[in-house]
């Protein structure tokens, strides 16, 4: 499937004829745009002449799938795979930046009313942030290579105390229990885990006479947070053992609801703004999207579950997909974290070109398209492929394709169809 734009840069309807393309291409009547997915514009007036086009997005905080219909066939299809690093790298920031100020400045006044929260309103974390952007940035691509008429978003709501009494094989609650939670007439989150660990230290169960209880985070604070699964009660002597190194703590902490959480925060937040941007857009929920796709015997894709969001499930299928995958565009750490013996931090950042090569550059070796990911002045550079792929090679036998921004691209091909027995597509169990 070629995307066509027109003089203007204004979408048209894709084309299968390849070989149009090539000799519009010879003939110096279009030029190519951008080469993943491919994308030409014709260089002569043309007439404008499109199709009814529906968008289907199922939204996630992991991955995102686009698809584009119309009632015949499928144009186009994508996986978005987000940025999960915010957390750590935004943590990491703030232990540097609270061990400079206490380096430089012992005390500085307290600046409670100059917070963003109180600054602007609907204001959100930048993990969920960047995740909402990278929906917009691609729906807004497909906008610039198709002309969509409608969007349909998937928007998922998720009952957390439903889920947490599930699992932990308790009543779900029901009307003001809703109101009652874990924590219910306690001060914070310590006094509540001591309370639920008996006051008793959950390593040794007493047995050190040790009586001064500390709550301990079982993974860092960049993981886990302060949640109750995430802390644990341990008196004071295998605490400071265990950071001395002297024993080993086997505790578990209990699943976490991240991925839900961030679907009940982003899902209005993403569809209003969706709706100030583009004039026709519709919601739709997991539930239709699971019939649907039972239906017509389908099997389960992010990009599956978007071509039945959009409305047409059974349109013959593009029989690829672009899977896409978000990356950092800027390293602004300066220096490492890590302290060498003599008192210096190594730099952290490199020259934003070396031998002409920049990061996440699209390269070609061997045949094969790779994306550069490490780069040395002396030696092989490292190429990687999204699949997992490596190859160490002199830039040398390298061959450059085009400079890469803040997503990287490859095609690759889709699910065959589920075998159909009389008619009946096999269902799914």
Same mark, same amino acid.
């Given at each position: 499937?070629?995307?066509?734009?027109?003089?203007?840069?204004?979408?048209?309807?894709?084309?299968?004829?390849?070989?149009?393309?090539?000799?519009?291409?010879?003939?110096?009547?279009?030029?190519?745009?951008?080469?993943?997915?491919?994308?030409?514009?014709?260089?002569?007036?043309?007439?404008?002449?499109?199709?009814?086009?529906?968008?289907?997005?199922?939204?996630? #905080? @992991? %991955?995102? +799938?686009?698809? *584009?219909?119309?009632?015949?066939?499928?144009?186009? $299809?994508?996986?978005? /795979?987000?940025?999960?690093?915010?957390?750590?790298?935004?943590?990491?920031?703030?232990?540097?930046?609270?061990?400079?100020?206490?380096?430089?400045?012992?005390?500085?006044?307290?600046?409670?009313?100059?917070?963003?929260? #109180? @600054? %602007?309103? +609907?204001?959100? *974390?930048?993990?969920?942030?960047?995740?909402?952007? $990278?929906?917009?940035? /691609?729906?807004?691509?497909?906008?610039?290579?198709?002309?969509?008429?409608?969007?349909?978003?998937?928007?998922?709501?998720?009952?957390?105390?439903?889920?947490?009494?599930?699992?932990?094989?308790?009543?779900?609650?029901?009307?003001?229990?809703?109101?009652?939670?874990?924590?219910?007439?306690?001060?914070?989150?310590?006094?509540?885990?001591?309370?639920?660990?008996?006051?008793?230290?959950?390593?040794?169960?007493?047995?050190?006479?040790?009586?001064?209880?500390?709550?301990?985070?079982?993974?860092?604070?960049?993981?886990?947070?302060?949640?109750?699964?995430?802390?644990?009660?341990?008196?004071?002597?295998?605490?400071?053992?265990?950071?001395?190194?002297?024993?080993?703590?086997?505790?578990?902490?209990?699943?976490?609801?991240?991925?839900?959480?961030?679907?009940?925060?982003?899902?209005?937040?993403?569809?209003?703004?969706?709706?100030?941007?583009?004039?026709?857009?519709?919601?739709?929920?997991?539930?239709?999207?699971?019939?649907?796709?039972?239906?017509?015997?389908?099997?389960?894709?992010?990009?599956?579950?978007?071509?039945?969001?959009?409305?047409?499930?059974?349109?013959?299928?593009?029989?690829?997909?672009?899977?896409?995958?978000?990356?950092?565009?800027?390293?602004?750490?300066?220096?490492?974290?890590?302290?060498?013996?003599?008192?210096?931090?190594?730099?952290?950042?490199?020259?934003?070109?070396?031998?002409?090569?920049?990061?996440?550059?699209?390269?070609?070796?061997?045949?094969?398209?790779?994306?550069?990911?490490?780069?040395?002045?002396?030696?092989?550079?490292?190429?990687?492929?999204?699949?997992?792929?490596?190859?160490?090679?002199?830039?040398?036998?390298?061959?450059?394709?085009?400079?890469?921004?803040?997503?990287?691209?490859?095609?690759?091909?889709?699910?065959?169809?589920?075998?159909?027995?009389?008619?009946?597509?096999?269902?799914?169990?």
């Amino acid at each position: 499937m070629v995307y066509v734009l027109n003089r203007n840069g204004q979408p048209l309807m894709p084309t299968e004829r390849h070989g149009k393309v090539r000799r519009l291409l010879k003939e110096n009547k279009a030029k190519v745009i951008n080469r993943c997915p491919f994308v030409i514009q014709l260089l002569y007036e043309t007439e404008n002449n499109t199709q009814l086009i529906s968008l289907g997005v199922d939204a996630g #905080s @992991k %991955h995102v +799938g686009i698809s *584009a219909t119309t009632k015949l066939k499928e144009l186009y $299809a994508s996986e978005i /795979e987000l940025r999960t690093d915010i957390t750590e790298l935004l943590s990491t920031r703030r232990e540097m930046r609270r061990a400079r100020r206490n380096r430089k400045t012992r005390y500085r006044q307290p600046r409670f009313n100059n917070r963003v929260k #109180s @600054k %602007h309103k +609907g204001w959100l *974390a930048p993990s969920v942030e960047n995740k909402i952007q $990278a929906h917009f940035r /691609e729906i807004e691509y497909v906008h610039k290579i198709l002309p969509v008429t409608n969007i349909i978003v998937e928007v998922a709501s998720f009952d957390l105390q439903k889920l947490k009494a599930d699992m932990g094989g308790l009543k779900r609650p029901e009307g003001i229990e809703y109101q009652q939670g874990d924590q219910m007439g306690f001060w914070n989150v310590r006094e509540y885990v001591l309370w639920r660990d008996n006051y008793t230290c959950q390593c040794c169960h007493g047995k050190s006479g040790d009586k001064i209880l500390n709550v301990h985070h079982i993974e860092s604070r960049k993981t886990g947070g302060n949640s109750p699964g995430d802390l644990v009660t341990v008196c004071e002597t295998c605490h400071g053992k265990y950071h001395r190194g002297e024993i080993e703590f086997n505790f578990k902490r209990k699943p976490s609801f991240r991925d839900a959480s961030f679907m009940g925060i982003m899902r209005w937040a993403f569809y209003n703004r969706l709706k100030e941007l583009y004039p026709d857009v519709h919601m739709t929920y997991g539930y239709i999207t699971k019939n649907t796709r039972i239906r017509y015997g389908i099997e389960k894709t992010h990009c599956v579950d978007a071509r039945c969001i959009s409305g047409n499930p059974n349109v013959r299928s593009l029989g690829h997909y672009f899977y896409k995958k978000c990356v950092r565009s800027h390293n602004r750490q300066i220096h490492k974290m890590t302290i060498m013996k003599s008192g210096i931090r190594k730099m952290n950042q490199t020259e934003k070109a070396v031998k002409g090569y920049r990061l996440y550059d699209v390269v070609k070796a061997k045949n094969r398209i790779w994306y550069i990911h490490g780069r040395r002045k002396i030696g092989a550079f490292l190429l990687k492929t999204l699949g997992g792929d490596k190859l160490e090679i002199s830039p040398r036998k390298i061959t450059f394709i085009c400079h890469q921004a803040k997503v990287l691209c490859e095609r690759r091909e889709a699910l065959p169809p589920r075998p159909v027995e009389d008619g009946v597509p096999a269902p799914i169990f």
